[in-house]
Nanobody, 123 residues
Framework: QIQLVESGGGLVQAGTPLTLSCTASGRIFSIDTMGWYRQSPGKQRELVATKSSGGRTNYQDSVKGRFTISRDNAKNTVYLRMNSLKPEDTAVYYC?????????????????WGLGTLVTVSS
């Protein structure tokens, strides 16, 4: 399986930048898409940003121009640089990856999720 570990969450004031990191590990053959989702209390988990191994990016409209996703494919790591943070960005941020790993007898493609890191933005 592919394991994801996030870091970088915390409590910040509105407008303060913050960068999240997530590294994938395991018997990885390849990773296609990596990205970030978030979930606020009482809301469904929503996409924040994703980036394919080929460089294609996808952002939620509310974060365009403020957040930047980047990847270090050699390190199987994805980053989320968050600028101009707002209180409404407060959420648990989950790292996501879709990749292929070495199974016991064959390659297996699956989705993986991190445990989440809390970002709290105060006004």
């Amino acid at each position: 399986q592919i394991q994801l570990v996030e870091s970088g969450g915390g409590l910040v004031q509105a407008g303060t930048p913050l960068t999240l990191s997530c590294t994938a590990s395991g018997r990885i053959f390849s990773i296609d898409t990596m990205g970030w989702y978030r979930q606020s209390p009482g809301k469904q988990r929503e996409l924040v940003a994703t980036k394919s191994s080929g460089g294609r990016t996808n952002y939620q409209d509310s974060v365009k121009g403020r957040f930047t996703i980047s990847r270090d494919n050699a390190k199987n790591t994805v980053y989320l640089r968050m600028n101009s943070l707002k209180p409404e960005d407060t959420a648990v941020y989950y790292c996501y990856a879709r990749g292929t790993y070495y199974g016991d007898h064959a390659l297996v493609t699956s989705d993986a999720w991190g445990l989440g890191t809390l970002v709290t933005v105060s006004s």
